[in-house]
């Protein structure tokens, strides 16, 4: 089945800069990259996601970058706020199977 | 657009109790749901998926009769916690699947706002 690994796992930035989260899957039919953002004790929320026919795409200070040779994928978040603080999780789903497998997740901290 | 509301928010119960909580999606008709349970600290460990009308399949090492799961409608689904003991106290979140869009796979899911049992 798909394996997915996220790093880092914690990640400390001052408020403006660039926060940048990394995750490779293991399955090379997967084709759909969900990102979610979970607030302590919420629901994760899905901010951006990206499909393999696609490399890049961006929401504003959101961006998603998909290497689907190296089977890897990354989520860029511009000008950092403290409300961008929270754990985010990546996921893989491959076509066919409605499941999303997670990766562990990264506690995004923004220091004013 | 794509709202699931989850039910209750919080459960404290005595161990051999059973438990049930909903999931509903209220603006979107969903074939699938999904039924997690996170850990504290932790990413969402999926039990089992939900499929309207039919039997749920559940992940490897999920009991099917501790944690009962019925999808009688497109909007709703349930899961049962039977005879629930305090190992058994997890933040549980159940998501949903749009029916989709025709020649698009892999619809978003989105998520309940979950429900935190803990068990005496």
């Known amino acids: 089945g798909e394996n997915v690994e996220q790093h880092p796992s914690t990640l400390s930035v001052q408020e403006g800069d660039s926060a940048v989260i990394k995750c490779t899957y293991s399955?090379?039919?997967?084709?759909?990259f969900p990102w979610y953002k979970q607030e302590l004790g919420k629901r994760p929320q899905l901010i951006i996601d990206?499909?393999?026919?696609?490399g890049e795409k961006k929401d504003q200070r959101i961006a998603v970058t998909l290497n689907k040779t190296a089977k890897h994928f990354s989520l860029h978040i511009t000008e950092t706020q403290p409300e961008d603080s929270a754990v985010y999780f990546c996921?893989?789903?491959?076509?066919?199977?409605?499941?999303?497998?997670f990766g562990k997740g990264t506690m995004l901290l923004v220091s004013p | 657009g794509a709202v699931v509301s989850q039910h209750p928010s919080r459960v404290i119960c005595k161990s051999g109790t059973s438990v049930k909580i909903e999931c509903r999606s209220l603006?979107?008709?969903?074939?699938?749901m999904f039924w997690y349970r996170q850990f504290p600290k932790q990413s969402l460990m999926l039990m089992a998926t939900?499929?309207?009308?039919?039997?749920?399949?559940?992940e490897q090492g999920v009991e099917k009769d501790k944690f009962l799961i019925n999808h009688a409608s497109l909007t709703l689904s349930t899961l049962t916690v039977t005879s629930a003991h305090p190992e058994d106290s997890s933040f549980y979140i159940c998501?949903?699947?749009?029916?989709?869009?025709?020649?698009?796979?892999?619809?978003?899911?989105?998520f309940g706002d979950g429900t935190r049992l803990s068990i005496l």
């Open positions: 399955d090379s039919a997967s084709n759909y």
């Open positions: 603006d979107f008709q969903a074939t699938t």
């Open positions: 990206i499909r393999s026919n696609v």
């Open positions: 939900s499929n309207e009308g039919s039997k749920a399949t559940y």
């Open positions: 998501s949903a699947r749009d029916y989709g869009v025709p020649g698009i796979s892999n619809q978003p899911q989105h």
């Open positions: 996921a893989a789903s491959s076509p066919g199977y409605s499941t999303l497998t």
